[in-house]
């Protein structure tokens, strides 16, 4: 008898836990279903046609007590190279509405592009940089807020410094860092190549997770505003003897900036910015007025 009422427990233990189960098993279906319904479609990569949005990456202390904002910005486009001129599509408010940011956007992420100074009393302000592409408008403030300080002049875990250029020979104004050098206008002619040198030099400190191969380092030239086409026959060039020249050839008459991104062993613009990290590249500008 025990043996049968045990066998008879069994049983119905059995048809629970099978009961149970139908329970979970219909359970999981209706979530799945529920889940699957409520999916949302993984953005489709476009190559022409979207937006591009300003990008505030950080504030760094300048050694005169001044502040710069960095900023960089997103073309969403995987081909489409935009240009937006000054005025209604590309502006800073509060004015002046010209802070030196580039009018020409090359596609995707682009990180660190340039830096605008403001006093060390801008306190709680905002600088919102306003870009409307492809019909849509989005604005981005830059701020001074203490968690967005960013270490842009020297690497905090290896005391790598940014490489430092010059304009007009080896012992010309240095710059360093996002904020960067602009030099002085120089001429040129339409379809007609002509040559831009700078001279780099970097402290050949590798960062902390590389220090067991050569420090690196090097130069990119990109158009940064500007009415034409701009062709450059080295891009990156070769810094050799302490400098590296190039040639630059444009379509048509206007005033052009080209921009220069030396860069050392954090790598080419690296996008990497946790904990406050930001280094370790210069920015530098060349203004050239085409005839």
């Known amino acids: 008898m025990a043996n049968g009422n045990k066998g008879a427990a069994m049983g119905k233990t059995a048809v629970a836990t099978a009961a149970g189960s139908v329970v979970i098993g219909t359970l999981l ?28 990456e950080g504030w760094y202390p300048n050694p005169d007590g001044s502040r710069s904002l960095v900023f960089g910005y997103f073309n969403r486009n995987y081909d489409e190279h935009i240009d937006l001129p000054l005025g209604a599509s590309n502006h800073f408010e509060p004015g002046p509405a010209d802070r030196g940011q580039p009018t020409y956007f090359y596609p995707r992420r682009q990180t660190g592009v340039f830096a605008v100074v403001v006093p060390a009393d801008f306190g709680e302000q905002q600088l919102t940089w306003t870009l409307t592409a492809n019909g849509v408008t989005i604005a981005i403030p830059g701020h001074l807020n203490p ?71 090097g130069l990119v030239w990109t158009k940064y505003r500007g009415p034409g086409a701009v062709s450059f026959d080295k891009p990156r060039p070769a810094i050799e003897d302490g400098k590296a020249v190039t040639t630059v050839t444009f379509s048509e008459t206007g005033e052009y900036v080209l921009r220069v991104l030396a860069w050392d062993d954090s790598g080419g613009q690296s996008a990497v910015m946790a904990g406050g990290f930001f280094c370790c590249w210069t920015n530098g500008f060349v203004t050239v007025l085409v005839d």
């Open 29 to 56: 279906l209706a979530t799945l279903a529920t889940a699957q319904n409520n999916l949302v479609d993984a953005p489709i990569p476009h190559a022409t046609g979207q937006s591009v949005s300003a990008s505030f």
């Open 147 to 217: 968690a967005w300080e960013i270490t842009a002049l020297e690497e905090v875990t290896s005391g790598n410094t940014p490489p430092v250029l010059r304009f007009g020979g080896p012992e010309g104004r240095p710059g360093q860092g996002p904020l960067g050098i602009h030099t002085d206008a120089m001429t040129a002619v339409v379809g007609e190549p002509t040559t831009v040198t700078v001279w780099a030099s970097d402290d050949g400190v590798r960062k902390s997770r590389a220090a067991a191969r050569p420090a690196r380092s």
